[in-house]
C-alpha cells in the first residue's frame, strides 16, 4: 500500500509569513493526526481528525495555526503568521482507528516523512 | 505533558550488545505502541502490546509490559548499526485513538 505522503519536504519562511502543508493519508484510513516535533524532542500532538471531524485540537494554538480535512481525507495544516518557535517538523499520521474499526486496542499510526519548517 | 517518559535519554553501545530502553506512563491503558524514528524521517510502527501481555517478540525486538508498575521495557538484541535511531513510547489516552508520545530514547551503536 502507498505511505503517507506530505509536501512540501522542506520549508524556510521569515517570521510573519504564512504557509501550509499537506498530507495524504493512507487510502482508507479514517483518523489524521497532525504532529509538531522540535529538535531532540518527542511528537506533540496539534490536532487529530475522525473522518473529517476534529476528535482533538487541544494543543493547537488557535490564533495562529489552522487544520481542515476535506471530505475525510487530504488534509491542510496552515500557520499565519509563523514565529520563530514554529521552527520543527511537522509530521502527518494516519490510522484506522479503533473505534473504526470497532476494536478495543488502538490501530497502528503510519507516518509521513514530515516536513521541516525553518522560521528565520 | 507527555504521559510517556522513556529512559535513558540516550545510549551508546557496541554492536552485537543488546539495548534495553523503558517507559512509564501515568494512567491505565488498554495497550502501548513503541515506534522507531531514523534521523529525517517520520516514525515507524514496531510493537503494539495489550494490556492482558506481559512480553512480546518481533524478531529481534523483545517488549514487556508491567500494569502494575505502569512501565513497559524494549529489548533490542545483538544490535546493528541499522538500529541507530531514536525510539518512542506511545500511550493512547482514550479509544478516540488519541496517541500521545514520550521524549524518546536516543541509539546510537557504536561499530
Known amino acids: 500500500e502507498a505511505g503517507v505522503a506530505q509536501s512540501p519536504r522542506y520549508k524556510i519562511i521569515e517570521k510573519r509569513q504564512s504557509v501550509a502543508f499537506w498530507c495524504n493519508p493512507i487510502s482508507g484510513h479514517a483518523t489524521l493526526y497532525w504532529y509538531q516535533q522540535i529538535l531532540g524532542q518527542g511528537p506533540k500532538l496539534l490536532i487529530q481528525?475522525?473522518?473529517?471531524?476534529?476528535?482533538?485540537d487541544s494543543q493547537l494554538p488557535k490564533d495562529r495555526f489552522s487544520a481542515e480535512r476535506l471530505k475525510g481525507v487530504d488534509s491542510t495544516l496552515k500557520i499565519q503568521p509563523a514565529k520563530l518557535e514554529d521552527s520543527a517538523v511537522y509530521l502527518c499520521?494516519?490510522?484506522?482507528?479503533?473505534?473504526?474499526?470497532?476494536?478495543?486496542?488502538?490501530?497502528?499510526?503510519?507516518f509521513g516523512n514530515g516536513t521541516r519548517l525553518t522560521v528565520t | 505533558s507527555q504521559q510517556g517518559e522513556e529512559d535513558p535519554q540516550a545510549l551508546s553501545i557496541q554492536e552485537g550488545e543488546n539495548a534495553t530502553m523503558n517507559c512509564s506512563y501515568k494512567t491505565s491503558i488498554n495497550n502501548l505502541q513503541w515506534y522507531r524514528q531514523n534521523s529525517g524521517r517520520g516514525l515507524v510502527h514496531l510493537i503494539l502490546i495489550r494490556s492482558n501481555e506481559r512480553e512480546k517478540h518481533s524478531g529481534r525486538l523483545r517488549v514487556t509490559l508491567d500494569t502494575s508498575k505502569k512501565s513497559s521495557s524494549l529489548l533490542i538484541t545483538a544490535s546493528r548499526a541499522a538500529d541507530t535511531a531514536s525510539y518512542f513510547c506511545?500511550?493512547?489516552?482514550?479509544?478516540?485513538?488519541?496517541?500521545?508520545f514520550g521524549k524518546g530514547t536516543r541509539l546510537h551503536i557504536l561499530p
Open positions: 481528525f475522525q473522518n473529517n471531524g476534529v476528535v482533538d
Open positions: 499520521a494516519s490510522s484506522l482507528g479503533a473505534r473504526a474499526r470497532n476494536l478495543s486496542y488502538n490501530s497502528p499510526l503510519h
Open positions: 506511545a500511550i493512547p489516552m482514550n479509544r478516540d485513538d488519541k496517541i500521545i
